[in-house]
């Protein structure tokens, strides 16, 4: 594939980057130009040292402009059960289901959310993980 693939993926930068890394790694390998959405610019130069482009947006605001020219979206945001329901829910599910609209408006084919183990049965976690694991989940539905 290499050589053959030249398409701009874009990703959201999370609190953990250090298996994000791991995936920009694969798809440098495949030549194509990654973004990474930030939230705050001192995050930029992160984004820049993974030869990433960075996109100042907040997924709690509007986020169709930060999918501009962009032909498919990598979703690997999320603040798991650290923040609370409120910064769970505007993150993890609103921003998200965001994020496939405006992909959407756009006439997106391709949307990957890197979802979480456990999203499937929420009613199964540990209360600590339940409410978050119910955002994804239900972010992973609206796909």
Known sequence: MKGECNQKYFNCRGQRNDRKADYWGIIKKLQMTVY?????????????????????????????????????IIFAAGFGPKTGPDKTTAVDKNGAIKLVDAAKKKGFERFVTLSSVGSDNPEQAQEEMRHYLEAKHDADEQH
């Open 36 to 72: 990474g959405m930030i939230r705050k610019e001192e995050q930029a130069q992160t984004i820049k040292e993974l030869c990433g482009h960075p996109i100042l947006a907040d997924l709690e605001g509007n986020v169709d402009k930060a999918v501009d020219n962009m032909e498919a």
